[in-house]
C-alpha cells in the first residue's frame, strides 16, 4: 500500500527556510484524485494543515501562512515538497505529509519530521 | 476560517464506561445539496500520526471497532466510545472539511480512570 515519509533537516535557523520533502512509495503520486497535503503539530498542541498540492501542480494554502509557504509536486520522483521561508520558534513541530482522498480523507500519513527553529 | 472547538480537554473515563467528546464548529458544516456534514474524527496515539475513525459525522472507516460512533448536524457533534478499552488511550480531534483552510479542534485527550 502507499506510504508516504518526510525527509529533511531537523534543525533551521531563524529566518532561515524551513524545507522538507515527502516520498511516496508503493504506489504512483500520479494515481488517482488526491491532494498531497501538508500537515504541523507544535509539541502537546493541534494540528494546523498547511496547505496541499495536486497533481497538475495546483495549489492551496492556509491564509495563515500563504505568505510563507510553498509546496511542490515532482511527478517523476515520486515526491512533493513544502518550504516555509521567515521562520521563528513558533514554526517549531513536527510536520505531518499526508494524501487526502475521497473527498473525505487524510490517509495515509507520514511518521513526522520535527522540526525545531532555533540559532 | 471555521473554528472548530472540543470538550472538554481531557477525560478520565473506566475501562468498560462510555467515553463523549463534543466538538462545535464555528458555522455550518452542513452542506445542504447533498445533506452531508463535513466532520471527520481522528484518533491519535503517542508518537503516532492520527487515524481516521469516523467521516461524514457517522460513518465508520473500515476496520474501526463498532463501539466508536460519531453523530450530530450542523454545528454540533459528539465522538461516543460505547465501552473503553485500554487502547482507546489517546488524543481525539474533531476535522471539518467543508472549506478549506481545514481545520481541528484542540484535541480531547482521553485516559483510564
Not at chain 1, 92 to 116: E, I, K, N
Not at chain 2, 69 to 89: H, K, R, W
Amino acid at each position: 500500500q502507499v506510504q508516504l515519509q518526510e525527509s529533511g533537516p531537523g534543525l533551521v535557523k531563524p529566518s532561515q527556510t524551513l524545507s522538507l520533502t515527502c516520498t511516496v512509495s508503493g504506489g504512483s503520486i500520479n494515481t488517482g484524485s488526491y491532494y498531497w497535503t501538508w500537515i504541523r503539530q507544535p509539541a502537546g498542541k493541534g494540528l494546523e494543515w498547511i496547505g496541499r498540492v495536486d497533481t497538475s501542480g495546483a495549489t492551496s494554502y492556509n491564509p495563515s501562512l500563504r505568505s510563507r509557504v510553498t509546496i511542490s509536486i515532482d511527478t517523476s520522483t515520486n515526491q512533493f515538497s513544502l518550504k516555509l521561508n521567515s521562520v521563528t520558534a513558533a514554526d517549531t513541530a513536527v510536520y505531518y505529509c499526508a494524501r487526502w482522498g475521497g473527498g473525505v480523507r487524510f490517509d495515509p500519513w507520514g511518521q513526522g519530521s520535527l522540526v525545531t527553529v532555533s540559532s | 476560517d471555521i473554528v472548530m472547538t472540543q470538550s472538554p480537554d481531557s477525560l478520565a473515563v473506566s475501562l468498560g464506561e462510555r467515553a463523549t467528546i463534543n466538538c462545535k464548529s464555528s458555522q455550518t458544516v452542513l452542506y445542504s445539496s447533498n445533506n452531508k456534514n463535513y466532520l471527520a474524527w481522528y484518533q491519535q496515539k503517542a508518537g503516532q500520526p492520527p487515524k481516521l475513525l469516523i467521516y461524514w459525522a457517522s460513518t465508520r472507516e473500515s476496520g474501526v471497532p463498532d463501539r466508536f460512533n460519531g453523530s450530530g448536524s450542523g454545528t454540533d457533534f459528539t465522538l461516543t466510545i460505547s465501552s473503553l478499552q485500554a487502547e482507546d488511550v489517546a488524543v481525539y480531534y474533531c476535522q471539518q472539511y467543508y472549506s478549506t483552510p481545514y481545520t481541528f479542534g484542540q484535541g480531547t485527550k482521553l485516559e483510564i480512570k
